[in-house]
């Protein structure tokens, strides 16, 4: 499937500002294939195995092993004339280049396989080990999809969803912790910033929960009293 709607928000944004900051450097693009079913990825897999053909990839489909089947991930082809995949002028070196400092990862950096026209959200690190430790399923996964504005402020935001902050017109936190005006904060793989009880990296935290507080989202910690307040860093 060529339809960039069927993915991640975020990726629909990242994957049309590769297309355009490619296109202001002579690097003419297309998104090739997004969404796959188990199916595809099952058809794909068994190429080079018990099918014809070279191994394309290393992910069979009914595990959910490709980020395609999660809607996190994009492919690229060449749209100028000179071939889907012709690697002249460092073509696909130089789009890869170009996605890694919007944000997205690359799979011309993996060492097997090199994939030059892949690129996917960084979130959950290179194999779908780590959604699936977060998520349960695909629709659970999707369930938790936020359309990202073109638009926003350097800063704190907020909508319906809760408070996320934007360090630059491009990009915003997520999965991370970050200091913020000397107030420690967790944001998810969202970008939001957590509230109440929450379980992060096998250790419990506790942040501010109550809308509208001047601290909404910060993390508390113990003083030296014993008593839970929330912290400054």
Known sequence: MRDITLCHPRLQVLAAKLTAESAKQGLKIAIGETYRTVAEQDALYAQGRTKPGNKVTNAPGSTYSSY?????????????????????????????????????????????????????????????????????????????WVAIPAEYNIGWNHDENGWWYADSKSSYYKSCWQIVNGHKYYFNPDGYAVTGWQEIDGKWYYFEPRAGHDLECALYVTDKGGVQTVGKF
Do not use: C
């Open 68 to 144: 395609h089947q999660w809607g996190t991930a994009f492919d690229i082809y060449r749209n100028d004339g000179q071939g889907a995949y012709n690697e002249a002028d460092n073509f696909f070196g130089r789009v890869g280049e170009i996605g890694v400092s919007i944000g997205l990862e690359w799979g011309g950096n993996w060492k097997s396989p090199v994939d030059k026209p892949h690129f996917q959200l960084p979130d959950w690190g290179s194999s779908t080990s780590g959604i699936k430790k977060v998520y349960a399923s695909v629709e659970d996964f999707k369930k938790t």
